[in-house]
């Protein structure tokens, strides 16, 4: 009975991370970096930002920002910055109330420009989108949920922009319903020299800019809108996270000469890369053990493809 729950539940997470991919323009697991795993390797920088565990309590498996001046820098690409319609999703622990940005796509003081989802003091999600103008509700259109964040606890927020009047919050799976606000254009218009942050709002007239207090994990973006189907996928697969990600450890961690999997991933194609993303060895399992001893010292990234996985490992 318990293998064929695992037999399931291994299908079920390959038919959900194929269509999860598709659209998917940046994955950052925010394993105490910010590199992009996905093919489009929009590898960010962290600007004082630390590892944290994750809502699993798995270690440097997060970003925790200290509402000081931390925050991550993401490059100006044109794929960060998608037209309608676009779909962003993460999970987040805020430390206190506060009125500050989890993401925005064109970081530029005083002015409106690209899209950006954030936090009001009352602890209000909400999503935005600017049409260039100078701060201010005659340059964007918004929309804020009507469900609360709680404070000191992972949730996961889901935001889905189709136009103006017509975008969805979801927080913790469930649709944070919500009022419309903003006198802006009804397009969007993106910056050509604005760059993408987490966690850092843009000064508003003589206002200094915000930075948040919390933790950050898995962030994703598409270029369409995730579907309702995917979302309760996604949902009812999320409950299972921490049995999958214990499914997929790897050990040692750090190891000298070889990784060992559990028997299941015996004969599975995998890879390996750099932190950057560069491919530097693949192959198929054998005996439940990868063979790493060539390999230089350092932190690299493990690609199981029966799992749509990533793992970060360290060979020493």
């Not at 206190?96 to 925005?104: R, W």
């Not at 009047?165 to 020299?193: K, P, T, W």
């Not at 604005?194 to 950050?216: E, K, Y």
């Not at 932190?275 to 199981?304: R, V």
């Amino acid at each position: 009975m318990k293998k064929n729950y695992f037999i399931l539940f291994v299908l079920l997470i390959f038919n959900l991370h194929s269509q999860i991919e598709n659209g998917r323009v940046a994955f950052y697991p925010l394993d105490g970096d910010a590199i992009d795993i996905s093919s489009n390797q929009l590898n960010g920088t962290l600007i004082g930002a630390v590892p944290a565990n994750d809502r699993n309590n798995n270690l440097n498996s997060a970003l925790t920002f200290d509402g000081v001046n931390d925050y991550v820098s993401l490059p100006n690409s044109q794929l960060l910055k998608p037209q309608f319609p676009f779909s962003i999703a993460f999970w987040a622990k805020i430390n206190e109330s506060e009125a500050t940005v989890f993401y925005t796509s064109d970081y530029i003081d005083q002015y409106y420009y690209g899209f950006w989802v954030g936090i009001t003091l009352e602890n209000e999600v909400h999503i935005n989108f600017g049409d260039g103008g100078n701060s201010g509700t005659s340059s964007r259109q918004s929309k804020v949920a009507s469900q609360l964040l709680p404070v000191g606890s992972w949730h996961h927020i889901l935001c889905v922009v189709r136009s103006a009047n017509d975008m969805d919050i979801y927080i913790d799976c469930e649709n944070a319903g919500g009022n419309y606000s903003g006198e802006g254009e009804l397009q969007m218009v993106y910056s050509s020299s604005a760059s993408p942050r987490l966690c850092n709002a843009v000064a508003q007239s003589a206002l200094d800019p915000t930075f948040m207090n919390g933790s950050i994990d898995e962030l994703m973006i598409w270029n369409r809108e995730v579907t309702l189907e995917e979302l309760k996928s996604f949902c009812r697969t999320s409950s299972l996270k921490a049995e999958e990600e214990l499914a997929l450890n790897v050990y040692p961690n750090p190891a000298e000469e070889e990784l060992n999997l559990s028997s299941e991933y015996n004969k599975s194609k995998y890879e390996i890369l750099t932190l950057l993303g560069e491919t530097i060895k693949k192959g198929k399992i054998t005996n439940s053990e990868i063979d790493i001893k060539e390999l230089s010292n350092g932190q690299y990234l493990l690609k199981i493809e029966s799992s749509k996985r990533v793992i970060k490992f360290i060979k020493q």
